[in-house]
């Protein structure tokens, strides 16, 4: 397992973790004050300044990413299925544009809310084929711009709003079925967030190994959590022992970046520099 | 598949739907204006009003029990598990007496909130060993008082706090280890609210059998759900296809109750006799 204690070398910084205080264009140069040099940004903060400037400004500052958030919502009614189809599509040339290694795919819950103003349904059975197949029809499309794609699992708690992928078993069972030959097109996001729960959590990262992680993300559980989406914690100041699922990604030869994405009201309302200081900080200590 | 359409024979109440309004005396005598004729108790309402008095008040009502609440929350620190073993069987007792026929367990997460005051940990394997070997000790006392025991798995929300059996596949695993023998003393109770997202949950059913479904609780997943313990909602206020989940485990055989448990500060709001008349015509019309 690596030591993170004496660097930063291998934090990125999930740019929504620090949306409410700065553009991206500003995150990129605070970053570049604390030394991180890889970020994941999210599409609506680039469509914000503007892709091109975007590309700049990762450029000129020389950093790298380490995903690009997101792609998916694949569950819509049968009116919108091309504009799904073109929205993932921009996805991956954005990705391409900016050097992300990987499109992360939140794969959408039920229709009503994954692509708002579907008929409503609540056949989730549905949505899993749906998934299934907008993935599959993705991957086409990723494969000729040489740009891998990162299921993540979302926690159970978003199931009928984000994504009806909910688990490490899940993710890599659609991954079996659409990239059998494990191409390396096709693998999995895992966040800590989402997944530190799960009784099969070590036995699944066992099974996905070290060519089908893609991604790693960190941030903590509170207890209570006040918030169903914006009340994650910084690392340490909850219930995940983030260090063991670490050690369990790395047993399996993954070796990129602990990413933190933490969606949180409270870290949105504090000073960017003080957020990224913290970052560093529980990175070195207790990632 | 059982037609509800018509009357309410195979409603429960869980007690705690409407804990708010009344003490259980009062709740019973709600049950009757309504004829409701199954309830499922929680062991503080018990002891609010005395166990002598609950059982005498069940009786002159003749209400039958779908279950008992709860037993469980095996995790603690070392020094805290005679009492947990205590406890456990004093709940066992309690549910004889009150002629349950199963007592639902709620396992436990970590020990500092499974057990407060509790040395605080984060080691979620470790509970799941201690949940095992406390549901291994109970069932022992059990099997002397002929009272089946019912492994809940609850929302992966509730995971660190409340319970670290998380899907049906896994208490299942752990009814495997603990009574290979399927002697019936050893089963789930299956909530919709904490399972309805679960991709492996029609197979899990299946695996179950309708001799290891002891009991089937029913109440709605709202979008937003703006409090994580206390915002369930009321049947067909939300994303559940209810009625896909009851046919599964009726295909099983099971023939049992219907148990209406909402916790939700919107229904403990309203007049008792609003609740329970909302919850029968739900129950007609969606369950």
């Not at 819509?76 to 992360?104: W, Y």
Request: aromatic share 6%; charged share 25%; glycine share 8%.
């Amino acid at each position: 397992m690596r030591d993170f204690s004496s660097d930063h070398r291998w934090l990125s910084l999930n740019t929504a973790t620090v949306r409410k205080q700065a553009d991206l264009i500003g995150i990129v140069e605070a970053c570049a004050r604390h030394g991180i040099r890889t970020i994941d940004p999210w599409r609506d903060q680039v469509v914000a300044v503007g892709l091109d400037r975007a590309v700049r400004a990762v450029r000129d500052a020389g950093l790298e990413l380490s995903g690009y958030c997101r792609g998916g919502m694949f569950v819509s009614d049968a009116a919108r299925r091309g504009e799904v189809r073109d929205d993932n599509r921009r996805a991956v040339d954005e990705a391409k544009a900016l050097g992300a290694p990987c499109v992360v795919l939140v794969v959408g819950g039920l229709p009503q809310y994954s692509r708002p103003g579907s008929d409503p349904s609540k056949d989730i059975a549905a949505a899993w084929g749906q998934v299934h197949d907008g993935i599959a029809e993705m991957l086409e499309y990723a494969r000729t711009a040489n740009m891998p794609l990162a299921i993540e699992p979302l926690h159970p708690a978003y199931a009928a709003d984000r994504a009806c992928v909910n688990t490490t078993r899940q993710a890599l069972d659609l991954c079996d079925a659409i990239d059998p030959a494990r191409s390396g097109m096709l693998g999995t996001a895992l966040d800590v967030y989402h997944i530190w729960w799960d009784f099969e959590l070590m036995d699944q990262i066992a099974r996905a190994g070290g060519e089908r992680i893609l991604a790693f993300h960190v941030c903590d559980w509170l207890v209570p959590t006040r918030d169903m989406l914006n009340d994650r914690g910084m690392m340490g100041d909850g219930v995940i022992d983030i260090r063991r699922v670490r050690a369990a990604v790395e047993a399996q030869g993954f070796a990129g970046y602990s990413e933190v994405e933490i969606f949180s009201n409270d870290w949105w309302a504090r000073p960017l520099d003080e957020v990224l200081r913290t970052c560093i900080e529980r990175h070195r200590t207790v990632v």
